[in-house]
């Protein structure tokens, strides 16, 4: 028991530290320890002095190991169904998540060193699955135990369950064994679900006779399910209370936000309410910072590109646009740049509609009509915060414009997104909101123009060989060799062809001879050539680099930019 003791002892310490206990309550526990030889912290518990959250996240953080909030996990399944409930209870040890393609099981531990308990799990699954131990209380563990098993989780079974037994719509606003309720499994399988198929998107859509739930996978919807409209009431009842919104009210609309640990990691969940003619339509999306949020080289851009990308966000003050329709990924790119930039040098200051991913170090606010702080009065008062870097989530009119470039000129580096069909065209747009010709052409850092394109399935993705009409589109001569790729489909993409997505970009930067062109109000035509001259690739070339390297399709490329350009100077000449 020496051994155990130091470690114990330093826990005392640290919580004393804390100001969590005092002085005297560690002596009590010690007291208590000598007599039963239990764990310092079970004892502290058990005395009423700490909660077992604290215990359990002091005890991570020491120790340097992930832990897990239990009361917030969403159930997986599949990781439930590998582990044999006897097991789970011998070892206080509850599975969390399980992921097929690395074979990982993540494993809920009170005691985390606990290796028998880790060999006996390994024995048990046949010794081809790789246990990730992941810290939790015991008391949220056994309490996991007795909740999880014993009820289908499954969204099949649930269903089974449903249509076979009585369901009480009025447990589900109120507090007890949740998982006794089918429907609180039903949504919770649900929005596991959609986030193992990597979905952006979950719509629950009444009709007239039935429910239909469709995700959005790689930018586009899918049907998932079609549930009996008797369902829905109960199902958008577990969604409100869930995101915090009143299940009395269906006759507005309301927003409202979810935070849940799925698939081992933390997900949040946008809520958006709309009341419809057959019902409240709901419409959650999917917020995976993890996914969301990546750096610089893995945006994907040749290296000419990113080294103009480099060479614009390192300019101390100016305004850096990006362009592009609703679902182009305008947004995570943003925080991609500010991950690069977020350091203790720097005050960076956002102000979104709404917050997105939360950012350490950023100050982040959300516009809010209700107090009349939209973005124009938002930026003024962020001006006063001595930011260095200013991010606006959308220039929208002219007094947010004039605001955006008026704290570009007292020495700010802005970051905002503007509504326009190309990098270029982003310049006719702001002349034409309002912004004087001179001031645009010497505060513009850049534009960066962007689409999402689906990547194809690197399983099942099949060769060919071009056809004439391809060679025109992708500016091939007739001599030039190259393999294409099209879809197939197959079981890790859901016969799809397609899995994941990647951003076409065009880096617009600005230099000082296209500031004069700027400033004179050249054609979009004349500052396209100059740009050109310049080395600019526009986001037709870049999707014609990504056919050409297998990564996507031609068809795909051409249900998100124009590359008719190619073909009409050959077709029609």
């Known amino acids: 028991m020496a051994a155990l003791s130091k470690p114990h002892r330093r826990i005392g310490e640290m919580l004393v530290e804390q100001h969590i206990i005092t002085e005297d309550q560690l002596k009590i526990a010690l007291t208590e320890q000598k007599k039963n030889y239990e764990k310092l912290g079970k004892i502290l518990i058990n005395l009423g002095f700490v909660s077992e959250a604290v215990i359990r996240d002091l005890m991570s953080q020491s120790l340097g190991l992930s832990r897990v909030d239990l009361s917030k996990l969403v159930v997986d399944h599949e990781a439930i169904r590998l582990v044999p409930k006897t097991l789970a209870y011998r070892y206080t040890i509850v599975p969390i998540s399980f992921n097929k393609t690395a074979n990982l099981l993540s494993v809920a531990m009170a005691d985390v060193f606990n290796v028998l308990a880790i060999d006996q799990l390994v024995a048990a699954l046949g010794g081809t699955i790789t246990i990730e131990p992941v810290m939790a209380g015991e008391v949220e563990i056994v309490s996991a135990i007795d909740n999880w098993y014993g009820f289908d989780l499954s969204i099949d079974g649930i269903l089974n369950e449903i249509e076979t037994g009585e369901v009480d719509y009025q447990s589900l606003a109120v507090s007890g064994n949740e998982y006794s309720q089918p429907l609180v499994r039903l949504v919770d399988a649900l929005l596991s679900d959609a986030v193992k198929r990597s979905a952006s998107d979950i719509h629950f859509e009444p009709e007239k006779g039935f429910l239909r739930v469709r995700y959005r996978i790689d930018g586009v919807l899918q049907q998932i399910r079609s549930l009996h409209k008797n369902y829905w009431s109960?199902?958008?009842?577990?969604?409100?209370?869930?995101?915090?919104?009143?299940?009395?009210?269906?006759?507005?609309?309301?927003?409202?936000?979810i935070s849940l640990t799925l698939a081992g990691r933390d997900i949040d969940f946008r809520v958006s309410v709309q009341p419809t003619v057959y019902g409240?339509?709901?419409?959650?999306r999917?917020?995976?910072s993890q996914k969301g949020i990546l750096s610089l080289k893995q945006l994907g851009l040749i290296e000419d590109d990113l080294t103009a990308l480099k060479l614009m966000i390192a300019r101390p003050e100016g305004v850096i646009l990006i362009t592009g329709p609703t679902g182009s990924g305008k947004t995570t790119t943003l925080y991609s740049l500010l991950k690069h930039l977020n350091t203790e040098e720097r005050n960076i200051m956002t102000l979104e509609d709404p917050v997105e991913y939360v950012l350490g170090q950023v100050r982040q606010t959300a516009v809010n009509e209700a107090v009349k702080l939209d973005f124009a009065t938002g930026i003024r008062s962020m001006m006063r915060q001595d930011p260095d870097i200013i991010l606006v989530g959308e220039i929208r009119d002219l007094e947010t414009a004039e605001m955006a470039f008026r704290a570009s000129m007292t020495g700010h580096q802005v970051y905002s997104t503007l509504h326009t069909n190309s990098a270029i065209g982003a310049i006719p747009r702001l002349l034409d909101i309002g912004i004087l010709a001179d001031i645009l052409a010497e505060n513009i850092i850049g534009i960066i123009g962007q689409r999402l394109v689906r990547k194809l399935c690197p399983a099942c993705k099949q060769a060919y060989l071009p056809n004439e009409m391809h060679r025109m589109l992708l500016n091939l001569t007739s001599n030039q060799e190259i393999t294409l790729y099209g879809t197939t489909g197959c079981e890790q993409c859901d016969q799809r062809g397609y899995k994941g997505r990647t951003a076409l970009m065009e880096i617009f930067r600005i230099d000082e001879s296209l500031q004069d062109v700027i400033a004179h109000r050249s054609t979009t035509y004349d500052i396209k050539q100059h740009a050109r001259q310049k080395g600019f690739r526009s986001l037709a070339q870049d999707g014609i680099r990504r056919v050409l390297e297998g990564i996507t399709t031609l068809e795909e490329i051409s249900r998100v930019v124009d590359l008719t350009s190619n073909l009409k100077s050959k077709v029609f000449p």
């Open 280 to 284: 409240e339509n709901i419409v959650l």
């Open 286 to 288: 999917i917020l995976d």
């Open 234 to 257: 109960a199902i958008s009842v577990r969604l409100k209370v869930m995101s915090g919104l009143n299940i009395a009210e269906t006759r507005v609309p309301q927003d409202g936000r």
